[in-house]
Each structure stands twice: as structure tokens, then as C-alpha cells.
């Protein structure tokens, strides 16, 4: 089966968070399966993309409203990736190094999809099914099956992979003269509450709808910012898929980003030299339990709540533990837990900047990840964290609660809590700092964690199963 995934990330090209790791590994594991994957996304402006040599495919150009772009598909020369990366250049569009943010991501999102489809119009073969992802490729349903151009492919079956349903890309009613010639009795399908909803199109056009664990698609039948009502509507073609983890780059024993590689049987002592390294760096007791935080600082993670629960922490435990956070995000957020940079020297720091290598080590080093989400549509850092021994702390929320089972439970292997407060957040702290202090059940839970299985294999199948009964 030849499959084209169309994102607006993908590791290592461009990532600002999971939806890149599922887009860079998904395809590989979907090769390995036997079949053709390849990906589809914006030339963003990135390291990878100058690092890399890549061979211009196709030239071609549209129009959007009343604005004229020529755009440019180039390809990867050397298969680098293990499946074919195509990137699209709109120049005045994408060409940027960030890959959001900016305040017309409506128009090079939208740009981006009708140039995704012009080509494809002119491509000497077709894929058999089409796997969009998240809001900026969701509209591409609705385009395949009612912009006159594009009429001749209107019956290639299309997925929409869901990896955060609480950005939807809204967008004005006068913004719906970008997209090319419509049947406009289907407007119908572009709208909810009174504005053109790319998520909500994406769902009602797609053939199959997923998220990225089974959790969050239950979740989102009682809340989805808006559009509950429509998920119980279309509750026949949703389904959930969990991410795995990508062996390839998150692997203790071959990861090139952290000073000692170990396994499930030197775990212990390469833990340790990570630990010692990382504590060094950062100027901590690497005899204390280290807990780390890395994520987007948004209220999503429940970033909000780091500050208080730390400063309630240390008040509590004052110099019985470490901690660590990397992240970017809320600028008030990053004010505050900046701020406590100094306050606790020795003992807590944070780093506010995106650093994939920090991030490997921090999985190695630590003791205990901290992830009190409010909502957690997979999550791939506690599987991170797992696989490199490192306990994950987190809220029973979608992906989090499918893919980590209390310590106290049965052949559990983490810490759970249920609310999103200082308080659970604290009680766990209190667990996590008892579990440190009997190494023989830290070591159990270790060994545990690092014997799961997450891998893509089983996930990358379902996906094909998925796209299997639509064709
Ligand atoms: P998200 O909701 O952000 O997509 P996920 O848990 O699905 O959350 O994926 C987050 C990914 O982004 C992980 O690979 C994590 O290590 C990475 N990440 C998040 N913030 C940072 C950061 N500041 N520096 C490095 N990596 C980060």
C-alpha cells in the first residue's frame, strides 16, 4: 500500500513536539510492514534542511484568493529518513525557521494543503491512501472531495490522525475565498459555531478519524474544546491508536546524545554516570532523587501549577531533592520558574529553550518525570522516560493513564494521581521520595519499565488495518 502522511513536523526536519516524533518514525515502521510510506510537509528553514541534499521534483503554482504563489517540491536525495521526505517551499510563506506562531499560520497552512494537492494532481502515481495530521492538513478532505480541481481524486480514502484536539485553526468566514473553487452548498461542512473550523471540516470529511491513544478518543466524546457533540456524531469512524516509541532514537543503548550507554542489565551503574554528569552540570547532589519536567509550558501540561508545587515542595523537603526543568512556553510561566532559579541554588533549575540533546540526557539522568497534564492526548515523554529507567509521575489523563500503571498496583511501574492540583502533585512528590529510599523496589520498577515494549511495530499495523477498511 502506498501511503502519503502530510504534516506540518516531522523529526528531525522540524519538530516543536510529538506530533514530529510520530510523523518521523510512523512511516519507517510502516516501510518495515512492507509498504510505502512518505511524508509531505513545509521547507521550513532548518538545520536538517541545510545539513541534507535534496533534489527538486516538481514546480508548479495556484492561487489563493486573490493572491498568485509559485511553489517549489523538493526531496531528500539519500532516503536518510528510511521513507521519502518531500518538503514544499511557498516563498513569502513558508520559508521560516519557526514552524508556528506566526499571524498568517492561516494562510501558509492553508497555502501549504492546496499546493499538497496541486501536486499530487500532477504525481505520475497516486497513493492509496492519504494520512493527514492535526489541523494544518485538515482541510485537505474536505478539498479532495469538493474543489472542482482536484475532482479527479476525490476518491483516494483519507485519515486524519487527531494528536491534539485543542487547537483547531479557526478561521473567518472571509478567509474561505482561499480555498480554490468549492461547491458551496457544502458549507456546511467547513463550519462550527459560526466560523470555519479546519479540525472540525477535517473530522466530518475524512473517511477515518483517530487519536493517538484509545483514552483521549473517550475523552473527547465528553470534552474536546467545542466539538464533543460532533465526536459522539461521528463516533463510527473514530478510533485510538497509541504511539510507540521510535528504537531507532530513543534507545539507552545506542542513543548518541547521552555521555553513558546502558541496558536493562548495566542499568544501574549507567544511570548513575548519566545522573552524575547531568547533576554536575547543573551543580546538584547527584545522591538526591532528581525530578524533571520537559514540555511545552502551557496550561495543557499544567505548567501553571510547577511553580507553586515546587516552592510548597522545597518547603516541605528543603535539600532532600533536585530539580529540573526544561521547557518553553507561557511567558509568565517562564518568568516565575526563572525566577526561582535563584532561590534554590544547588537544588532547582530551568532551562527555558527547546534542546533535543538536554532533553536525552535529562531521560537518562533522572529519577522521576513530572507530568500533571490536564490533558494528555498520548504523551510520548513518560515512554521516554520509561525506557530509560526513569519513573514517570503523572495525572491518569488520556495516553497517560493507557500507558502507565501505578507502582502500588499489581505489576505497576509508576506513580499516578488523578487531579491536575499542587496538592496530587505534591502527595506523588511524597510517594516518589519513598519509592527513592527502597532501592530494591526502585530497581524493580526500573527494570520493569525499561522491559515494556512501546514499540511502533504493533501501532504502525494498526494504522494500516485502519486505512485497510477504507479502501
Ligand atoms: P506535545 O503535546 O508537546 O506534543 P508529547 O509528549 O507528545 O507532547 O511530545 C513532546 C516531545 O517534545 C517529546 O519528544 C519531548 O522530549 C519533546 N520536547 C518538549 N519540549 C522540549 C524541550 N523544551 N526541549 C527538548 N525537547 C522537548
Request: charged share 25%.
Amino acid at each position: 500500500m502506498e501511503i502519503l502522511h502530510v504534516s506540518a513536523e516531522c523529526y528531525p526536519m522540524a519538530k516543536a513536539g510529538g506530533l514530529a516524533d510520530v510523523v518521523g518514525a510512523l512511516p519507517k515502521y510502516q516501510n518495515k510492514l512492507g509498504h510505502v510510506a512518505k511524508v509531505v510537509m513545509p521547507m521550513h528553514r532548518t538545520r536538517f534542511l541545510y545539513d541534507n541534499e535534496w533534489e527538486t521534483v516538481h514546480k508548479g503554482s495556484f492561487s489563493m484568493g486573490q493572491f498568485f504563489y509559485e511553489f517549489t517540491v523538493i526531496k531528500e536525495k539519500t532516503n536518510k529518513l528510511d521513507f521519502d521526505l518531500y518538503c514544499i517551499d511557498i516563498n513569502g510563506l513558508l520559508d521560516r525557521e519557526k514552524i508556528y506562531g506566526y499571524d498568517d499560520d492561516t494562510e501558509r497552512f492553508t497555502a501549504f494543503q492546496i499546493a499538497v494537492l496541486e501536486w499530487l494532481s500532477r504525481w505520475e502515481h497516486r497513493p492509496d491512501v492519504v494520512n493527514v495530521h492535526d489541523h494544518h492538513t485538515a482541510l485537505i478532505p474536505f478539498m479532495l472531495r469538493f474543489c472542482y480541481n482536484y475532482h479527479h481524486l476525490s476518491n483516494i480514502p483519507v485519515t486524519l490522525t487527531i494528536h491534539n484536539a485543542q487547537y483547531q485553526g479557526w478561521m473567518g468566514w472571509d478567509k474561505g475565498v482561499y480555498l480554490p473553487a468549492w461547491d458551496s452548498w457544502r458549507w456546511g461542512l467547513l463550519e462550527w459555531d459560526n466560523t470555519i473550523n479546519p479540525l472540525a471540516c477535517g473530522i466530518k470529511c475524512a473517511d477515518k478519524v483517530n487519536t493517538v491513544s484509545p483514552g483521549y478518543m473517550e475523552e473527547l466524546m465528553q470534552e474536546a474544546n467545542g466539538l464533543e457533540a460532533l465526536f459522539n456524531y461521528e463516533r463510527g469512524k473514530c478510533s485510538g491508536i497509541l504511539n510507540g516509541i521510535d528504537y531507532s532514537v530513543w534507545n539507552p543503548k545506542t542513543d548518541t546524545y547521552i555521555l553513558d550507554n546502558f541496558t536493562e542489565k548495566d542499568y544501574e551503574a549507567g544511570k548513575l554516570l548519566n545522573k552524575k554528569q547531568l547533576c554536575k552540570e547543573f551543580g546538584f547532589d547527584f545522591k538526591l532523587p532528581l525530578f524533571i519536567f520537559i514540555g511545552r509550558l502551557v496550561g495543557e501540561k499544567a505548567a501553571d501549577l510547577l511553580p507553586e508545587a515546587i516552592i510548597r515542595a522545597y518547603a516541605e523537603h528543603r535539600d532532600k531533592f533536585s530539580f529540573l526543568i526544561l521547557g518553553s512556553g507561557d511567558p509568565s510561566v517562564e518568568h516565575e520558574l526563572m525566577l526561582l532559579n535563584n532561590r534554590w541554588i544547588g537544588y532547582y533549575n530551568s532551562r527555558m529553550e527547546y534542546n533535543e540533546k538536554l532533553s536525552h540526557q535529562m531521560y537518562a539522568g533522572a529519577d522521576f518525570l513530572l507530568m500533571p497534564s490536564r490533558v494528555e492526548p498520548c504523551g510520548l515523554n513518560q515512554m521516554y522516560a520509561m525506557r530509560y529507567g526513569t519513573v514517570p509521575v503523572v495525572r491518569r489523563t488520556g495516553g497517560l493513564a493507557d500507558t502507565v500503571k501505578d507502582y502500588g498496583e499489581q505489576n505497576g511501574y509508576g506513580i499516578c494521581f488523578n487531579n491536575a492540583s499542587v496538592e496530587d502533585i505534591l502527595h506523588s512528590m511524597r510517594r516518589a521520595l519513598e519509592l527513592y529510599s527502597e532501592t530494591k523496589k526502585l530497581n524493580e520498577v526500573r527494570l520493569t519499565m525499561m522491559q515494556i515494549k512501546n514499540s511502533w511495530e504493533v501501532s504502525a499495523q494498526k494504522y494500516i488495518d485502519l486505512y485497510s477498511s477504507i479502501q
